[in-house]
């Protein structure tokens, strides 16, 4: 069993970063996707970015492709995603998912994704 927690979340200024963990407490099979998705108040939980266990070029969305890096350990089975040049629209609870079993075309559909964590709160001050 999977389980996911992040961490690193917080209170940045406009322009500043941050940089998000997510540890698993299982391991991760080299098949696996990873993802990182967000949830505004009022607003669906929308896709951020995924990443490949095993590797290769991850999948951006378009609102954070130039500023946020998705990356991961695999000796410590952890993720990462590095947010730089923060906005006030990136304000939102962050969520790290994985999937065992996923089409790469699929990675920005949540549904496909069968271990969540709990979440992390980003805020960005304008």
């Known amino acids: 069993q999977v389980q996911l927690v992040e961490s690193g979340g917080g209170l940045v200024q406009a322009g500043g970063s941050l940089r998000l963990s997510c540890a698993s407490s299982g391991r991760i099979i080299s098949g696996a996707t990873m993802g990182w998705f967000r949830q505004a108040p009022g607003t669906e939980r929308e896709f951020v970015a995924a990443?490949?266990?095993?590797?290769?070029?991850?999948y951006y969305a378009d609102s954070v492709k130039g500023r946020f890096t998705i990356s991961r350990d695999i000796a410590k089975n952890t993720m990462y995603l590095q947010m730089n040049s923060l906005k006030p629209e990136d304000t939102a609870v962050y969520y790290c998912a994985a999937s065992t079993m996923l089409a790469w075309d699929r990675a920005p559909e949540r549904g496909r994704y069968n271990y969540w964590g709990q979440g992390t709160q980003v805020a960005i001050s304008s």
């Open positions: 990443i490949r266990w095993a590797g290769g070029a991850p």
